[in-house]
């Protein structure tokens, strides 16, 4: 699907019955069935569709894939393990590339940042529950119970768990579900279009909006406050840069009141900002922080929760004896595949300088991005790093289907952007070139144009 060329209405090669019991995560099931869009292989900065038209990733897989798809290293270091060792329980027993991934983690990403401890999960969601348990817990291991409250923020999103999506803030993630998790309330969003348009990388207007934390410290009071979790920058909502200060002020009114920060990093993590972590690029030290996806490049599904080491501590020193400390894991925490993968991936960006690089390119990002301002339907550019958000003004009536119309008009040009409510939303793997830069903005410019 590389410029000039482009795809068929449709590439699947799948017969319908195969096609339907499959039931697809976040997919318009029914229409997606009725005209299905296949990719079959990957590498470095594209995807092939099974007809063998080539599609520039503009979206990293998910966020996910920094490095670039099937890094030789990465799939070697799996296919050594696989053979190797394929599974090992860390319940009471251990492998040896789990400890040596948290070291490295630890020791190599996090330097001085006190969040030297690390539990791996499965995926985001099970980092973000993680976290939050850990957060009730330690309030409680501490002996103050009564702090039972987690406050997320309005337009987040902390994955799919029941913990995740009482924090979390979309509405359509939230409405079937009955009662979230009780105890749970929100900060209002950082974004506001009316101040913020066409900022280019953190928007000066809306540090004020921490000032809402006090509001609920007063409304509910501290002492029943365990912690706060916010995106550093909110990716699923639609890249919603935190404005200048913010963080660092929710930072202070935490240390205020005993409330653990929590960042959900699953995005930010591993270079998206241009470092190893969104905690490094504002700055701002959480107590826990939660990430995924680049954890492991997505080769292998995996997540993590760092906390800080007097969370861990505390955990150490309330449990009597030779007790279990923490209730909590997974059968595929520290899978052995994972942690290969994991291994492998640090070493990539390492030697690939992917974070220096990510962080170099980021104002090529910025300004060929902010080309589009003036192109129909625009009504807002945002960025940082190598994020970023291109959103439109929704057609009357049908919510997200003009920007879901630009996705596959660009798709059938050869670029894979994502779509989320009204926003196309951008993430290159790190390894992008600024030609392949040029070729996103440029297919986005004849998608807006094409699109009614
Ligand atoms: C900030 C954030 N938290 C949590 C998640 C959930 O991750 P997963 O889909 O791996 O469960 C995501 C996924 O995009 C995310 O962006």
Redesign the pocket.
Known sequence: MSAPSTAPETNCNIDQATLGAFWMPFTANKAFKRSPRILAKAKGMHYWTEDGHKVLDGTAG??CVNAGHCNERIVSAIQKQAAALDFAPTFNMGHPLAFEYAHRLCQELMPGKGLDQVFFT???????DTALKVALAYHKARGEGSRFRLIGRER??????FG?ISVGGMLPNRRAFGPMLPGVDHLRTTYDREHQAFSKGQPEWGAHLAEDLERLVGLHDASTIAAVIV?PV???AGVLVPPCGYLKRLREICDAHGILLIF?????AFGRLGKGMGAEYFGVIPDMV?C??GLTNAAV?A?ATFVQKHVYDTFMGATPGDGIELFHGYTYSGHPLAMAAGLATLDVYQDEGLFERAAALAPYWEETLHALKGHPHVVDIRNLGLMGAVELVPRAGKPGQRAFQVFTTALHKGVMVRVTGETIALSPPLIVEKGQIDQIVTTLSQALHEVA
């Open positions: 998910l966020w499965m995926c985001g969601s099970t980092a973000v987040a999103y902390h994955g799919v768990g995740g995106e909110s990716g699923s959900d990093e699953v995005i930010t939660t995924a996806k599904p997540g």
